[in-house]
């Protein structure tokens, strides 16, 4: 049965270190159970001890070219890699050369303190203008939490006990639990994002969350209107759909206007199920019910009706469009694999299995 035919999920984090054909059935696995079309491999590297996820991708893209993507996470803080702009530069050149379909980035991988708009960055983002390899770009964080709820339990104890859960713990969360920026912080990179925008004003860059502004969709119209080349996914952190369902009215419209720049995404992760973070936005976009939202602890409601021309371009034509699969030449692959793999072998803090597995993708990309 597919239930979701029709929608491709433009923001699935993946993070390998399983091995080969365990992480292959992850990914065939996930996708059969969600019923989607397709899925986009954002690619998760921390520190040396994950670094070498983009492998395993892209041979997941080789052996099902048309159900998934893959966009690459580079590393600027790690000396093995190059810490100088041309580095950076020769990276982003490496993803493309290896058949990758984007670049995947956040907000913390320059390293501690390094600004958004560090001039380092500067090289790689004009191969970025020059070449249209897209980017999708994690910047801020919530900065306001609503009160959350939960199912209540058996005050007792007892049940909590036998369900294997602690009642203490396991309660309503207030206004604000769990917010570790400030909006003085998150300003401050907005700032430095314009920055970098007027440098490289034609980089296609997607801002997942909706650039954490669902609570000013005003302000989030004039950021989209004077950056032609931006787009924001609708991916969920719970704050966002509180702020879209205050007034269904206006999201709707929104929604509509922009229907040419919203982009679906989930912000699954390739190893969990994906049934829940679909659902949830499908019915937010296709019902104006109000529901609750166990995984938010909040009520939601929905904005439809949509016409059915916006769903399709938020569901899958957005980001195809953006994204525009590259060709994919396994041998090419195979020969990243083979260089990440003399950067990495050293590595202490890579397990010696992953670094193997690393190799065994090289062979089986050769292969095909």
Do not use: W
């Amino acid at each position: 049965m597919r239930f979701n035919e029709g929608v491709f999920d433009s923001h699935v984090h993946t993070h390998g270190g399983c091995g080969v054909d365990n992480y292959l059935r992850n990914g065939l696995d996930n996708l059969t159970a969600s019923g989607l079309d397709g899925m986009n491999l954002l690619c998760v590297r921390i520190g040396k001890s994950v670094c070498m996820t983009d492998t395993e991708a892209l041979l997941l893209k080789a052996i099902y070219p048309d159900k998934f993507t893959v966009y690459s996470d580079g590393c600027y803080d790690i000396p093995e890699f190059g810490v100088t702009p041309d580095d950076f530069r020769n990276q982003i050149q490496d993803f493309i050369d290896a058949g990758a379909d984007g670049l995947k980035m956040g907000d913390g991988e320059l390293g501690p303190g390094v600004p958004l708009d560090d001039p380092r960055v500067d090289p790689m983002f004009d191969l970025i203008e020059e070449t249209g390899f897209p980017v999708i770009y994690h910047v801020g964080s919530a900065v306001y939490m609503p009160p959350r709820r939960r199912f209540q339990k058996n005050k007792e104890g007892v049940l909590a006990r036998f369900l294997g859960y602690d009642p203490i713990k396991d309660e309503d969360l207030p206004e604000n639990a769990g917010v570790h920026r400030t909006r003085e912080e998150l300003e401050e990179q907005r700032s430095q994002i314009e920055n970098l925008l007027k440098r490289h004003p034609r980089a296609k860059i997607t801002f997942p969350h909706m650039y954490f502004m669902s609570d000013d969709l005003g302000r989030l119209a004039d950021f989209l209107n004077r950056h032609p080349y931006v787009n924001v996914d609708i991916t969920p952190c719970p704050e966002i759909y509180y702020h879209l369902s205050k007034d269904p009215g206006r999201t709707r419209e929104f929604f509509v206007e922009y229907q040419d720049r919203l982009i679906f995404g989930t912000d699954n992760t390739l190893e969990l199920s994906p049934i829940e973070g679909i659902s949830n936005i499908r019915r937010f976009l296709e019902s104006d019910e109000t529901f609750f939202v166990p995984q938010y602890g909040f009520d939601i409601t929905g904005i439809a009706p949509l016409p059915p021309e916006v769903l399709r371009k938020i569901y899958r034509e957005n980001f195809l469009r953006i994204c525009d699969p590259k060709p994919f030449e396994p041998k090419k692959a195979a020969e990243y694999c083979d260089k990440l793999y003399e950067t990495v072998r050293h590595f202490e803090e890579l397990p010696e299995d992953n670094k193997e597995d690393i190799l065994e993708v090289a062979r089986r990309l050769r292969a095909l």
